[in-house]
Nanobody, 124 residues
Framework: QVQLVESGGGLVQAGGSLRLSCAADGGTFSTYTMGWFRQAPGKEREFVAAVTWRGGSTYYADSVKGRFTISRDNAENTGYLQMNSLKPEDTAVYYC?????????????????WGQGTQVTVSS
């Protein structure tokens, strides 16, 4: 069992930056693929980014490619999502998630563990 806790959300103006953190406790987080998802009001949860357990491969949704960077520090059992050049359409609750290694990283239903989410609001 892995417990995930996100932090770092907040209110930022368009063009600004935020860094989200995902602290993991229990289980063997370092062996899991880690993903970030987001959900805006009235919309389905969508994939944002994922990183493999060693950090060797990263994946991004087209909407965030070039602006967001996912990383992890397995020694600290923590994952990160650096978000730059934020846009109002990035406003959502952001969730980190973990799953056993797989070639499929963008489907929310495949993830076994979820954090409680952190709100990101980008004002125009």
């Amino acid at each position: 069992q892995v417990q995930l806790v996100e932090s770092g959300g907040g209110l930022v103006q368009a063009g600004g930056s935020l860094r989200l953190s995902c602290a993991a406790d229990g289980g063997t987080f370092s062996t899991y693929t880690m993903g970030w998802f987001r959900q805006a009001p009235g919309k389905e949860r969508e994939f944002v980014a994922a990183v493999t357990w060693r950090g060797g491969s990263t994946y991004y949704a087209d909407s965030v490619k070039g602006r967001f960077t996912i990383s992890r520090d397995n020694a600290e059992n923590t994952g990160y999502l650096q978000m730059n050049s934020l846009k109002p359409e990035d406003t959502a609750v952001y969730y980190c998630a973990a799953r056993k290694p797989s070639l499929v990283v963008s489907r929310a239903r495949d993830y076994d563990y979820w954090g409680q989410g952190t709100q990101v609001t980008v004002s125009s």
